[in-house]
């Protein structure tokens, strides 16, 4: 497989379910993102994984644990969420740094509903 | 604050032209991008703008001005799979992206 893989693609949990969303990329890149993506409104950044280190954590609720094994994989490991935690939630890639930083390429999104 | 600025959405006919504006307010300017996505579909990199001037791509072509703190995206012949959002994102003095909330483009045939 090339590219950025999330699994699954649809998710339905109870709020007093745990999962969690996987993401694998493919591109040898060494920077990776989960983003909240919500109808009608601006990307969220959730956390950003460097060199497989936790660099950022946009004031996240701690419902939300992400995890970077390795610098191919992240997952976000959700616990007791919130109806309003329903959203597309998207992975992305890029170099660390050089001229291809910034340069994301994302996963087609795991879907999330809480009932 | 950082505001992203673009409209919601856009209505345009096959075969014609449509150009999405985005307005910026940002701490500082190290490049401004474009991605499309499909409706269920991953985000793709269309273009990234960082001098002044206007960056062709085939079909596609950005603008950027930094004095006004403004960008577009001219699309051309247009086909019934341009149908996407068209997200903006700026990236400001610390590297971090800031994004608009998307254009949703319609095209009719």
């Known amino acids: 497989e090339t590219g950025v893989t999330q699994t699954p693609r649809h998710l339905v949990m109870g709020m007093t379910n745990k999962k969690s969303l996987k993401c694998e990329q493919h591109l040898g890149h060494n920077a990776m993102y989960w983003y909240k993506q919500s109808a009608k409104k601006p990307l969220e950044l959730m956390f950003v994984y460097s060199l497989e280190e936790r660099v950022e954590n946009n004031s996240v609720p701690s419902r939300f644990s992400p995890e970077c094994p390795n610098s191919s994989h992240l997952f976000l490991h959700l616990h007791t969420l919130q109806p309003e935690d329903s959203a597309l939630y998207l992975c992305a890639s890029s170099q660390a740094s050089g001229s291809g930083a910034n340069v994301l390429t994302f996963g087609a999104g795991s879907r999330l509903t809480v009932l | 604050g950082q505001n992203i600025d673009q409209p919601t959405e856009m209505t345009a006919t096959e075969g014609a032209i449509v150009q999405i504006n985005c307005t910026y307010q940002t701490s500082g300017f190290n490049g401004l991008f474009w991605y499309q996505q499909h409706a269920g579909e991953a985000p793709t990199f269309l273009s990234y703008?960082?001098l002044d001037g206007l960056e062709e791509k085939g079909r596609f072509s950005s603008f950027l001005s930094r004095s006004k703190g403004y960008s577009y995206l001219l699309l051309k012949e247009l086909q019934m799979k341009d149908s996407a959002s068209y997200l903006c994102?700026?990236?400001?003095?610390?590297?971090?992206?800031?994004w608009g909330a998307g254009t949703k483009l319609i095209i009719k045939p």
């Open positions: 994102a700026v990236r400001d003095s610390n590297y971090q992206l800031i």
């Open positions: 703008n960082v």
